[in-house]
């Protein structure tokens, strides 16, 4: 299955440097840069240093503006952080949530989800970590098991421990020959929608819950984190994601028509008045 890393607002140029080579060490190319810190971090002096030898990499790496942008084509994601958010996705050790991914069966049954096509690993900023938006959107978190005294990593280091556990679930070099090929495409109705279509009809979703006064703006409190999860965890395919914001749109329709009728009456009433 296809494999990204992305960094999240990048401060130091190392570091990309030493995640392109922790990357190669695994035989993982795609990187994905959100904001970095530096619009030319990918030929600076020390990036290109730290990255020794895997200037290939960097020379594919993309850069972005949004994390939007770099979850195109990605259907389970993944965030790295220390602490466990508040009604974040559920925190696990990197070799038991792969273990699990890798026991999901190659296509869709009623029994299991099925495996993921894409998969994203998400690094935050050296300085400020992972936001809550960010984290909330995940599949998991993973926690690298650490001295509690002294867990923390830089960003080169915990991308090389996941990068080893991920190709270690893969079956390691030989992961193409050993992971059992697909029998035939799925049709489109169970292929599995990919992180911006969720992302997508979320806003949707919130849309109409505004509309139907169900969600206030206001106070929205977790409500749409809380949704993210459960679709997170539902593993929804395209045409559920059709259906949903069809009835999203419908919602709208209704509550605009809605609207205008209230403002004709109260428009005849104070005529009347």
């Not at 960094?7 to 695994?26: E, F, Y």
């Not at 290109?48 to 259907?75: F, H, N, P, W, Y």
């Not at 994203?120 to 098991?145: K, Q, T, W």
Request: charged residues 20%.
């Amino acid at each position: 299955m296809h494999t990204r890393f992305i960094l999240i607002q990048t401060s130091h140029a190392g570091n990309v440097g030493a995640a392109a080579r922790a990357m190669k060490t695994m035989g993982f190319d795609d990187l994905v840069l959100v904001a970095p810190r530096w619009a030319n971090v990918l030929r600076r002096e020390e990036t290109i240093q730290r990255a020794s030898g895997a200037l290939d990499v960097l020379e594919k790496c993309r850069i972005v503006d949004t994390l939007d942008e770099a979850l195109d084509g990605v259907d389970h994601l993944c965030a790295t952080a220390m602490t466990p958010r508040d009604f974040g996705p559920p925190t696990r050790w990197p070799r038991e949530h792969f273990a699990q991914l890798m026991a999901a069966p190659a296509a869709v049954t009623d029994a299991m989800p099925p495996q993921p096509a894409g998969v994203a690993f998400l690094f935050g900023s050296e300085r400020f970590g992972m936001r809550n938006e960010d984290v909330y959107r995940c599949h998991a978190c993973l926690s690298i098991p650490s001295n509690p005294q002294f867990g923390s990593l830089n960003i080169g280091a915990a991308l090389q421990v996941i990068a080893y556990e991920w190709r270690l679930a893969l079956g390691g070099f030989g992961a193409h020959a050993q992971t059992p090929a697909r029998s035939g495409a799925q049709p489109q109705s169970g292929a599995l929608a990919d992180a911006a279509q969720v992302a997508g009809m979320l806003t949707h979703l919130e849309q109409a819950l505004v509309g139907l006064g169900f969600l206030d703006p206001a106070a929205p409190k977790k409500l749409m984190p809380r949704l993210n999860q459960l679709f997170n965890r539902a593993s929804v395919t395209q045409e559920e994601i059709h259906i949903l914001r069809g009835i999203a749109k419908a919602v709208l329709q209704q509550t605009e028509q809605l609207a205008v009728l209230q403002s004709v009456a109260q428009a005849a009433g104070q005529a009347k008045g």
